[in-house]
Nanobody, 122 residues
Framework: QVQLVESGGGLVQAGESLRLSCAAS????????MGWFRRAPGKEREFVAA????????KYADSVKGRFTISRDNVKNTLYLQMNSLKPEDTAVYYC???????????????WGQGTQVTVSS
């Protein structure tokens, strides 16, 4: 089992940027495809972005394409999400998880952690 801890969230103004990190424990990190999900107030958790184990394939939700970039460092056992041009609608708790890549997203398989809060003001 891989343990995941999200960090990097905060309060920013619209148009600014943040970079989220997801630190993984254990040596199995490189064997998993991984992704980011988010849950906005009053909404269900939704897919944001995913990346294959070797970073050869990436997938993004339409709402973040062109603004967010997912990456990973298998040596450091860390997943990242660079978020640019943030909008108030991006406000949510962001979670990372392992899983299986699908045609348009990631099927999560691990347990959900506490996530990291991102708040974007106008």
């Amino acid at each position: 089992q891989v343990q995941l801890v999200e960090s990097g969230g905060g309060l920013v103004q619209a148009g600014e940027s943040l970079r989220l990190s997801c630190a993984a424990s254990g040596r199995a990190f490189s064997r998993y495809a991984m992704g980011w999900f988010r849950r906005a107030p009053g909404k269900e958790r939704e897919f944001v972005a995913a990346i294959s184990w070797n970073a050869g394939v990436t997938k993004y939700a339409d709402s973040v394409k062109g603004r967010f970039t997912i990456s990973r460092d298998n040596v450091k056992n860390t997943l990242y999400l660079q978020m640019n041009s943030l909008k108030p609608e991006d406000t949510a708790v962001y979670y990372c998880n392992t899983g299986i890549l699908t045609e348009v997203s990631l099927q999560p398989l691990g347990y959900w952690g506490q996530g990291t809060q991102v708040t974007v003001s106008s």
